[in-house]
């Protein structure tokens, strides 16, 4: 069972899991977990599931999909019969007025839907994974240079399930520089396969870039690829002003992970937000939902 905390209720709830049966077997059984690494995390099996997703055969599981976890479709620019296929419903947008966007400059809103951890003052080289799983900043992002300015800054993981909205936005104005990509593995994002798969987003496919904030200094962003997710789709135009809340890009079908990193003594995240990280607990997050404020 997975339990995140509600922000609004002061509660805990548990998480509804697209294919829970299957992520547990895949990645807890002996059976499941040799067919995980010889299949299921390969780069060929999410291309697969992905261009099923493309095709209009794939609209039969729209409508059940949207039952059984309970997707508010009065939120979505679109109708059901605009789509054309699971992946259009899956990358659907909402309206305007679906996710209220708190503009003050001086504070710091969601990137997107999801569950969130904050960790701050962060050692670069022993990023927290999961409880006994720690990664470095190199690694994730390849570049020593770039991670050698983030110690001591913050660490937001923003963990986005299948019934969640699948675009990402920015957190302020400024620029975004250039993506960088990088291949790797498909593994679930789920928290049962971070609890098993040691340096998993290092594993993964992966794409970074500097956002360059106006009230936040310099930014990565990074987005992570999941089982399922073959294609991260970067929708800005680099190097060009962008207000705060306009879309970066998006998610094709699956769970997938959204990354920031901040530099020291720059932004302070809400108490409540790091208070139940370090309770071993995401919280529930929205889109434009202010999460912290600037130093």
């Known amino acids: 069972m997975i339990k995140i905390y509600n922000r609004v209720s002061k509660q805990y709830e548990e998480e509804q899991v697209a294919g829970k049966k299957y992520i547990e077997w895949s990645y807890m059984s002996p059976v ?29 599981k ?4 949207i039952d059984e976890f309970n997707i508010d479709m009065s939120l979505c620019e679109s109708s059901l019969s605009d789509f054309n296929c699971f992946n259009d419903f899956f990358i659907r947008k909402l309206t ?19 569950r969130l951890l904050a960790f701050d003052n962060i050692d670069m080289d022993n990023l927290v994974q999961v409880k006994g799983f720690t990664y ?6 390849g ?23 699948h675009r990402f936005h920015f957190i302020d104005n400024g620029s975004c520089g250039h993506t960088h990509k990088i291949e790797g593995a498909y593994y679930s994002v789920n928290p049962i396969a971070l609890n098993n798969i040691p340096k998993l987003f290092c594993q993964n496919k992966r794409e970074w870039s500097i956002f360059k904030s106006e009230n936040f200094g310099d930014v990565i962003h990074v987005e992570v690829g999941a089982t399922c997710v073959g294609t991260i789709i970067q929708s800005y135009t680099p190097n060009t002003p962008v207000t705060k809340g306009s879309e970066k ?27 139940q990280t370090n309770l071993g607990f995401e919280t529930k997050v929205s889109m434009g939902e202010t999460i912290g404020s600037k130093i």
């Open 96 to 114: 305007k007025d679906a996710r209220p966007i708190d503009m003050s400059p001086e504070k710091l809103v969601s990137p997107g839907d999801g």
């Open 32 to 60: 499941g977990k040799s067919f995980t690494e010889l299949l299921i995390k390969k780069k060929l099996f999410s291309k697969l599931f992905g261009s099923f997703y493309d095709s209009p055969r794939s609209m039969k």
């Open 249 to 275: 890009g998006y998610f094709k079908f699956g769970g997938s992970t959204t990354v920031l990193f901040f530099k020291k003594d720059t932004i302070k995240i809400d108490e409540d937000i790091l208070e």
């Open 143 to 165: 570049d020593k240079e770039v991670a050698s300015k983030y110690n001591g800054g913050v660490c937001l993981i923003l963990r986005l399930c299948p019934t969640d909205y």
């Open 62 to 65: 729209v409508k059940p999909f």
């Open 136 to 141: 470095s900043l190199e690694e994730l992002l």
